[in-house]
């Protein structure tokens, strides 16, 4: 979510931990046409502080679909699991890349649950994807 205000210094600070890149769907700020946001992860309706444990950079659109979500369905055993947190849990413990690199797979209920919820595979970040592995720049090392 949105809406506090975001010393300067600590956007920095997010922005170079997350490798200038959405901490979810991995799409590069660099290359995007959009802005990218810094996004609570818990949400400050819910009690979420503006400090850099319970920030992530996101791309609008993860940002937007999260919104003010906490958890979501995992579609292939419609149970509720915890969205993906990047403070505490690693990315490449929940999410791989598909064999021509263009879409993400979840590789744990909750990465599953995440991708459905925020969309990662919505078609224009397909071809955003495509796009950047035609330049040689994708998919980027993540931890
Ligand atoms: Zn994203």
């Not at 210094?9 to 802005?35: D, G, H, T």
């Not at 810094?38 to 979420?48: C, D, K, N, S, Y």
């Not at 502080?49 to 950079?57: G, Q, S, W």
């Not at 690693?90 to 909750?110: K, M, N, Q, V, Y």
Request: hydrophobic residues 40%; charged residues 20%; aromatic residues 8%.
């Amino acid at each position: 979510m949105t809406g506090a205000y975001i010393p300067l210094a600590l956007r920095a600070r997010v922005i170079k931990r997350a490798a200038s890149r959405c901490e979810y769907c991995q799409s590069p700020a660099r290359y995007s046409p959009e802005v990218f946001e810094i996004e609570h992860i818990l949400p400050l309706a819910t009690g979420g502080k503006t400090m850099l444990d319970n920030l992530a950079l996101a791309c609008p659109a993860c940002n937007r679909y999260k919104g003010s979500r906490q958890s979501a369905t995992d579609p292939q055993t419609g149970n509720e699991f915890s969205i993906f947190n990047p403070r505490v849990q690693r990315w490449s413990d929940h999410f791989l890349w598909s064999d021509d690199l263009c879409e993400i797979i979840g590789a744990t209920p909750i990465g599953r649950a995440t991708i459905d919820a925020l969309r990662m595979n919505r078609p224009a970040v397909k071809n955003f994807r495509a796009a950047l592995k035609a330049l040689g720049i994708h998919p980027a090392l993540v931890g």
